[in-house]
Each structure stands twice: as structure tokens, then as C-alpha cells.
């Protein structure tokens, strides 16, 4: 996702750990690393599909950052919105809000500059039910591997997250690579199976962002992570059809009750691919369209109700919403 306005785009080189000081390492980073950027351009994207497949463990063993960092507060919510955009946007997030607390729900939003390397290595640890990614996502630009990376707002260091760097967990990204930005940190599949935290233990996850499903590499990190099911879009998409068929999509889910499969088929129905750029609406893993979406508070429960929400309708014609041809898993 990128541009301005309305159509913004939303968009494993193994090493062994050396014992050098960090003046080195940097420079090590920043002399014999081919820094891979993730661009989330405006207009056109790399339509090739990937022929890498990531091992599912690393060799590497989990290490803490190179520096200490602040981390983000534990909320006490059982749906969490992560919304990179909302300084700039929060039509979304307030509409969304307002919906999930008209059904006794508890929300806890991490906004702008909140969004940052430890707040994704301790999301695992929030106990939300359900998450909703509004960030920047891209594509890394190398030729074999075309793997999904989530934006920070935290701009890069080759001093910062050394070890992450080094074993391709994280990455520099540009939004727009042609103004000369100042590059932030990204995070991708290998970020999730080997620096997350804890365990998202059956949460819903939604990433109304770019290319969240272009390949099932992220996804499948995320649910070797204990999510329950992913949710994103398989190409390009603006920010104003994303939030729009987000919205959508949270309506079919919490008060309409229905199932992933039949929230994501309504979705599509209504609001369709994104116009400009084709992107589809997906959810991985396929064999889990039945599922519904299930938001129980873990912490403080004699604070909290919970709502439950169950599927109770099949929709026909499922099979015509859409049809693809790739190994990105389809809705029927």
C-alpha cells in the first residue's frame, strides 16, 4: 500500500551468530549484507510467483535484541487493532471499535508509532481473540523468495536487532523507493516462528493490508504460531477498499454470525476484488471455513462478558465468488 490519499498501497539468508561487538556487527550489516528491501509500491508489483519455500525451523537459536528496547504494555482486551495509518485515518478503527463494543466486546488499539519490532514479538502474548493488522505490508524484492514482511514505524539501524537481521528475520522496507524515504523495519515468517512470543492460542487474524496472501508463507508461520485461521488479500489493494471490505467482513463475522467461509464469500460478494489492482480476499488455512470467530477474554474474566459468535447459515453459490489458478488456497 502506498501513495497518497485514498490509494495507498498495503503492502532467510542464514548466518551463525559471531561473538563480535556491536561497532562490528554493524558494520558487518551494513558491508556484507545484501540489504534486501521490501517496497510497497504505488502502481505495479512483481507479478512472478515464488519457487522458495522457507524451512519451517532454523538452525539459529532465539536470541534477544542487540539493544534493549521498550516494550509495548500488556493490554487487557480480547480483540487487538494494529493500525499503522491512524494519525492520517481513523475512520476505520473508530467505526470498528464502536461495532466490537456494541456487542460487549473490549478493544485495545496500537496506533502510528506504537507499531514497532517488540510490539510484534509480544503480540503472541496479548491474549487477544482477535487481530487486526491496518499496516504496510510488501514483498521482498529478491528473485527466489517473494516473502510477505510486516512495516514498523520504527526507522532502521544496521546497529539495532543485529542477530534478527543476520538470520533474515527482519529487513529494511521503503514505502516508496523513487522520493528516497528513510527506510523502516520490516518483519516476516521467520520474525514469527522464531521471535514471537508465546502463543496466539486460536486467535482470528485479519491483515487488511497487501499481498498477505500472495504465497501461504506468513500465513503458515502464523498458524505454526497458534492462530486459528489467517485472513488477507492475495494482490494489491487501495486503503479505502480494504477498510471498506474489513468492515464488512468484522459485520459478517460478529453480528451476522456467520463463518469465515461465508464472511469472506459475503465480503467478496459486496464489495468485490479492489478495482484497481485485482486484489482478492482469502483465507488460510482452507480447511478451516467453518470455524467462527470465538472472542473470550483470557485475563480479568469477572471484569468482562464474553460473546461468542456461531455460524448458522450456508450460503449458496459459494463456488461461483471465486475462481484461481496458483497455490495460494482459494474459497471453495
Not at 505495479?44 to 504494555?73: C, D, F, G, K, N
Not at 469465515?260 to 467478496?268: D, I, L
Not at 485485482?278 to 478451516?288: A, H, Q, T
Amino acid at each position: 500500500m502506498a501513495g497518497v490519499g485514498s490509494e495507498r498501497r498495503l503492502g532467510k539468508r542464514r548466518g551463525r551468530a559471531r561473538r563480535l561487538s556491536v561497532k562490528s556487527i554493524s558494520k558487518l550489516v551494513a558491508a556484507s549484507i545484501a540489504i534486501v528491501f521490501i517496497i510497497a509500491l504505488g502502481s505495479v508489483w512483481m507479478s512472478s510467483r515464488p519457487i522458495y519455500t522457507p524451512t519451517a525451523t532454523s538452525p539459529l537459536p532465539t536470541q534477544t535484541p542487540t539493544q534493549p528496547h521498550t516494550e509495548p504494555t500488556r493490554p487487557v482486551s480480547n480483540v487487538g487493532i494494529i493500525d499503522q495509518f491512524y494519525s492520517e485515518n481513523q475512520s476505520f478503527t473508530d467505526e470498528a471499535i464502536e461495532l466490537m463494543k456494541s456487542r460487549g466486546m473490549s478493544v485495545s488499539v496500537h496506533k502510528d508509532k506504537e507499531v514497532t519490532v517488540e510490539l510484534y514479538r509480544k503480540l503472541p502474548t496479548f491474549g487477544y481473540n482477535l487481530i487486526v493488522l491496518r499496516v504496510h505490508a510488501g514483498i521482498s524484492v529478491r528473485p527466489k523468495e517473494r516473502l510477505t514482511f510486516l512495516f514498523t514505524a520504527e526507522p532502521y539501524s544496521t546497529s539495532d536487532y543485529v542477530y534478527e537481521q543476520l538470520s533474515d528475520q527482519i529487513t529494511p522496507g521503503v514505502i516508496n523507493p523513487d522520493v528516497g524515504e528513510q527506510p523502516v523495519f520490516t518483519v516476516g515468517p521467520m520474525f514469527v516462528r522464531m521471535s514471537m512470543e508465546g502463543n496466539f492460542n486460536g486467535a482470528t487474524i485479519i491483515l487488511s493490508s497487501c499481498l498477505g496472501l500472495y504465497n501461504q508463507y506468513l500465513a503458515e508461520a502464523l498458524i505454526e504460531k497458534g492462530a486459528s485461521v489467517f485472513i488477507s488479500w492475495n494482490e494489491i489493494v487501495s486503503l479505502d477498499h480494504t477498510d471498506k471490505a474489513a468492515l464488512t467482513l468484522l459485520k459478517a463475522l460478529i453480528v451476522e454470525k456467520r463463518s469465515v467461509k461465508e464472511a469472506v464469500a459475503k465480503t467478496m460478494w459486496e464489495v468485490g476484488p479492489d478495482p484497481t489492482y485485482g486484489g482478492i480476499l482469502l483465507y488460510y488455512p482452507p480447511d478451516r471455513g467453518a470455524s467462527t470467530l470465538v472472542l473470550e477474554l483470557r485475563f480479568e474474566p469477572s471484569k468482562y462478558e464474553w460473546f461468542q459468535c456461531s455460524g448458522c447459515m450456508d450460503m449458496i453459490g459459494v463456488s461461483r465468488v471465486l475462481k484461481r489458478s496458483s497455490d495460494v488456497p482459494v474459497l471453495c
